[in-house]
């Protein structure tokens, strides 16, 4: 096998998610690189999975709400529950007396990169893909570790994201959260200690339907973001049952406007490193 040049890590959202969610998007973004003539074999992939951290949850909460009430509108209910759940569960809770949420997810993601370390084998350039609410998670964690002063000394440069050279966010529901925060301020990206060769590639690419309610431009959010990001991408997700309705959410994963600049990103990526 190829040594590995760059890490990759696809973090999903809200709602029913198994754990090959993202097996669909790294076999379409692989075929990208590959016809550009750059080799996916030099690629470490890692799926960032939590759904199981909630599912739980979610499942006894509606079996307790249901089992002795009838309800109209069920499967609306159950989805709910699901993927609106997940959004509020992920919350800071105060006073410490309950099982903090926010950072039973954020110890997953730091899992999932160190695991991605392991693949590398080094602390490589890394490029982070998330979708929905993952996008929120993803910003935090990063958040949390560049405040971080000094950092923690367990904690490896791919485990802070220090490394990170890309960053794809789709279906973005960051501009809800935002409105906790006066100013908005996004993450300093890219990564601190990337080369100034692969600094000068970077970028950070935010792709959203105009039909999907739950995904939004980063630009326009402040002057910081507009610094940070470097494109907001208008796509119409999906095909003809989905691509004009809200449910282009869940369509942005093998969707070709999304996977051809990704897999572009990270060829320019790959042909930097060298």
């Known amino acids: 096998m190829a040594s590995a040049k760059l890490g990759v890590l696809v973090v999903h959202g809200m709602g029913n998610q198994t754990s090959d969610f993202a097996d669909d998007t790294i076999r379409e973004v692989n075929r990208c690189v590959q016809q550009n003539g750059l080799d996916p074999n030099t690629i470490c992939w890692e799926a960032g999975y939590w759904a199981d951290v909630l599912a739980p949850r979610e499942q006894k909460l509606w079996a307790d709400l249901s089992t002795k009430v009838d309800m109209d509108y069920v499967r609306l209910r159950k989805f709910i529950v699901s993927a609106f759940g997940d959004a509020i569960a992920y919350q800071r809770v105060p006073g410490g007396a309950y099982e903090d949420v926010y950072d039973l997810l954020h110890d997953r993601m730091r899992l999932h990169l160190r695991q991605l370390a392991r693949l590398m084998g080094a602390d490589l350039p890394v490029v982070v893909l998330a979708h929905s ?142």
Request: with cysteine; aromatic share 12%; glycine share 6%.
């Open 133 to 274: 609410l993952g996008c929120a998670i993803m910003s935090d964690y990063i958040w949390d570790r560049q405040k971080e002063q000094p950092p923690k000394p367990e904690d490896s440069p791919t485990e802070r994201l220090d490394n990170l050279a890309g960053f794809v966010t789709f279906g973005c529901t960051l501009p809800l959260f935002s409105l906790a925060y006066n100013p908005v301020m996004a993450i300093a990206f890219p990564g601190l200690t990337l080369p100034t060769k692969i600094r000068s590639t970077a970028a950070w690419y935010n792709f959203f339907d105009p039909d999907d309610v739950l995904g939004y431009p980063l630009k326009p959010l402040s002057p910081s973001y507009d610094a940070a990001v470097t494109r907001d991408c208008s796509i119409n997700a999906g095909g003809i049952f989905s691509s004009w309705n809200p449910l282009s959410h869940n369509a942005y994963w093998t969707d070709e406007d999304l996977i051809e600049p990704t897999g572009d990103l990270i060829s320019r990526l790959l042909a930097a490193i060298g």
